[in-house]
């Protein structure tokens, strides 16, 4: 939750659910060693802020940029 909440602030989006959204994530999604929530949170942000706003928008451009993070991290 805290890196949600972290890029939130840098990429100037928000909502009041971003606490509630990102509580289960923690500790490998609570305590079970699957994917971590920095990158689960860094996805959420980046969908906040380059996300389709239309189903008939192609998802690539984002899949591109959550990839590219992804590879880095």
């Known amino acids: 939750m805290c890196t949600l909440l972290a890029l939130k602030d840098y990429l ?7 606490p ?3 509580a289960g994530m923690g500790a490998g999604v609570s305590l079970n060693g699957l994917l971590c929530s920095s990158v689960s949170s860094m996805v959420m942000a980046i969908n906040m802020k380059y996300g389709r ?7 690539k451009p984002v ?9 880095e991290f």
Do not use: F, H, Q, R
């Open 20 to 22: 509630k959204i990102g």
């Open 53 to 59: 706003t239309c189903p008939k928008e192609s998802p």
């Open 63 to 71: 899949w591109d940029m959550v990839n590219k993070y992804v590879a």
């Open 12 to 18: 100037g989006v928000g909502s009041e659910l971003i």
